[in-house]
């Protein structure tokens, strides 16, 4: 029974950080707004697309609106792809939060992908 506290301040001590972060959440639509910042950006996976003819053969998983009007994007590098479970096109339907630098590509906000790591299925109110 002693370890129950233990325990308990284990979950409160590993739940805390994750609060704070998905206080800092960046929806999919502001993400514009934060070119050239670290963040994390949320919103559901509207649709992906493997661009195999396009150089590096990226995946892109469009989120802030349907494609084209969407306003923002996450570049997964073709190199990096098999690495992703679930897979970039079962993420498409989905919540998730994507971390990394926010640069602009044309009107929207862009992340590139560095690993598997900076993306998260997310739940979404």
């Given at each position: 029974m002693?370890?129950t506290p233990?325990?308990?301040l284990?979950a409160?001590?590993?739940?805390?950080?994750?609060?704070?972060?998905?206080a800092d959440?960046?929806?999919?639509e502001?993400a514009?707004?934060?070119?050239?910042?670290e963040?994390?950006?949320?919103?559901?996976?509207?649709k992906?697309?493997?661009?195999?003819?396009?150089?590096g053969?990226p995946?892109?998983?469009?989120m802030g609106?349907?494609?084209p009007r969407?306003t923002?994007?996450?570049?997964?590098?073709?190199d990096?792809?098999?690495?992703?479970k679930p897979?970039?096109?079962?993420l498409?339907g989905r919540?998730v939060c994507?971390?990394g630098?926010?640069?602009r590509?044309?009107?929207?906000?862009e992340?590139?992908?560095?690993?598997?790591?900076?993306?998260?299925?997310?739940?979404?109110k």
């Amino acid at each position: 029974m002693k370890s129950t506290p233990v325990l308990s301040l284990a979950a409160v001590l590993f739940l805390a950080p994750l609060a704070a972060t998905a206080a800092d959440a960046i929806p999919a639509e502001d993400a514009v707004r934060f070119v050239g910042k670290e963040g994390m950006v949320c919103g559901k996976v509207e649709k992906t697309r493997y661009a195999q003819n396009s150089e590096g053969e990226p995946t892109f998983l469009y989120m802030g609106g349907a494609f084209p009007r969407h306003t923002f994007s996450a570049r997964i590098p073709g190199d990096q792809r098999d690495k992703f479970k679930p897979t970039p096109e079962e993420l498409e339907g989905r919540d998730v939060c994507v971390i990394g630098t926010i640069k602009r590509d044309a009107s929207r906000a862009e992340i590139a992908i560095s690993s598997p790591s900076s993306i998260k299925l997310a739940t979404i109110k």
